[in-house]
Structures are given as structure tokens and as C-alpha cells.
């Protein structure tokens, strides 16, 4: 988390009154209140990151604050602000219902591996017969970006929409897709045309600088992909295994995991990094059919097979 970036958030809370002291705006950070102050407003802007708007909102009540999201509006921050919709309806959710049953979504953004899973593992010669199925739910829900990674990324060795007036050839990470624009870059190799990944700006401030990050293990396993500004160009191209470097990062872990159901000799160094998000990750992977997808997954350093137990992060 010492990646990310905190000064919206510092700048945020020095308005509603607290003294912050950290270097540069960034971890380790101490900070001073003197408690709740009633009608105070702050701004915080989401160009680099939604979730300090969120917390923010969801302390407002407490705190007695106004909060003013600049650049919820923004066709360029489309992803963004659809979490603060999320944020703000499930605050409305809790203020005016009263000994309910709330219903909470899926994550759209780590349901992304396992409908690119299904996607990578399904047979090139038949478009109906399903190897991977996720679960999608009946009631309405609230907006997440990533619940349009569906979308683009279509069995068998399809992307783009289905109907072919409509293909597209780029992805905007601020306008369609948010952290599912990291599976979608890492199964590319495999799809039936080259795709362009743009905007890719905000990656580069998360848990790792992950448009590098992308761009190296992909072409570690023999990708041909080009970097050029915040945009990433990726090519058809056949795949070997290698060694991942995950940075730490959850999410370049899980990516490569999945490629590595349809890439033999795919090793993920620090596996265990998944337990920010999802610490059973692997343990999905290798449960039977149909609560899993029935991998085997094996010790990089001793090929001996890894058992259930064995695969949770803690």
C-alpha cells in the first residue's frame, strides 16, 4: 500500500482540520485531530484513486462532514465514479433501512480470472460448450466497471463485442474496464487480433508499477508487446513458460496464475501475495468441479503437488 498515492487523501483531511505530518505525502504518515467537527467540508479528487472517496463518504456521518467528489462527472473517470455510485448507494441502503438483510455484490473485478479461465480453456472448434461458468447474480444490483469484462472477452478465441459492426480494438482503462483490464492485457496472447489497452496511467501508481510490470512478464513468456505512453499494444502471439515476478502484487499473481492453466511451466514467485484480496485464490483453482476448477498446482522449487491446506494465503 506505500505504492499507492495518498496525497488527495492527506490534502482531504488537512481541510476537515487534522494536522498530517508524512514525507512527500506517503507512508508512514501520524496524524492529529481533535475529534469530530460539525459542517465541515472537504474535496477529494479520484483522478488517481476512487477509494479514498470512499472512505471518506462512508466516515462523513460520524464525522459530520460534506464531501465534494471532483471528477465523479467525468466521461474520463467513468470506472472511478461508478464505485462512488457503489459507495453512495449502499450508504443510502444502511440510512434508511432498518433491520434489513443486506445483500452484497460480487466482486466483478476477481470474477474476471475465472471468466478469462473459461475463456483461455474452452474448445476452438465448438461455441457451446461452456468449461468454466460463473455464477452471475438474479437480483439488481449496483454498478462495479469490471462487470463489463463479460463483454469484451467472449469463448472461443473471441474479443471484442460479438456483434462484428461493433468490435473494437481498444480498451480504456478510465472508460470500460478497471482492474479486469489487467486479465484482459494478460490473455491477449491468445485472442484473434491485436488490442490496444489505453489510458493505463492510473495502473502505474497501484501496488506495483503494473504497466512495466505487464509488459515484462508477458514478454518474459514470449508475448510481443509494445509500450508506448499509457497505452499497451498486445499481439497474437504463441506462449512458453517462465518465471513471474509478482512484485507483491496481488493481482499480477492471480493474472499469471490463470495463464498459467493454459501455458505449461508457468512458475508465480510469492504466490502468497493474493491474500490482500483473495486468500483462497489458489484454493479455488485446485478444488474439484463444480465448487473449483480442478488444476493441479505444483511446488515451484520441488514439482511435488500441493494439497488443499496448502494453498491458502496467510
Known sequence: MNERPK????????????????????????????????RTKCSVNIEESSQFASALLLCAKVGGWEIEVVGEDSVERLGESLYITLTKGLICGFENFKNFTYPIDPDDSSSSYFKAAGWLLAPISSDSIQTVKVKEPVEARLPQPDVMFSGYFRWPNHIGWPDAKTKVSEISRSRDLADSIMTAITITPFANRSMKFTDLGRLRVQETERVVALRTEL?????????EGD???????????????????????MCF??????????????????KKTFPNFFQKLATPPPKGLGATILDAKTGKKLELNELFAD
Open 7 to 38: 496525497a488527495a487523501l492527506f490534502q482531504a483531511l488537512r481541510e476537515l482540520g487534522y494536522r498530517v505530518e508524512s514525507p512527500n505525502d506517503k507512508l508512514p504518515a501520524t496524524i492529529y485531530g481533535s475529534g469530530p467537527k460539525a
Open 219 to 227: 514478454t518474459k513468456c514470449g508475448a510481443k508487446v509494445v509500450e
Open 231 to 253: 497505452t499497451l499494444t498486445v499481439w497474437p502471439s504463441p506462449l512458453h513458460g517462465a518465471e513471474i515476478e509478482t512484485y507483491n502484487d496481488h493481482r499480477m499473481a
Open 257 to 274: 496464475a490463470i495463464l498459467g492453466l493454459k501455458v505449461p511451466g508457468i512458475k508465480i514467485k510469492n504466490p502468497a501475495c493474493v
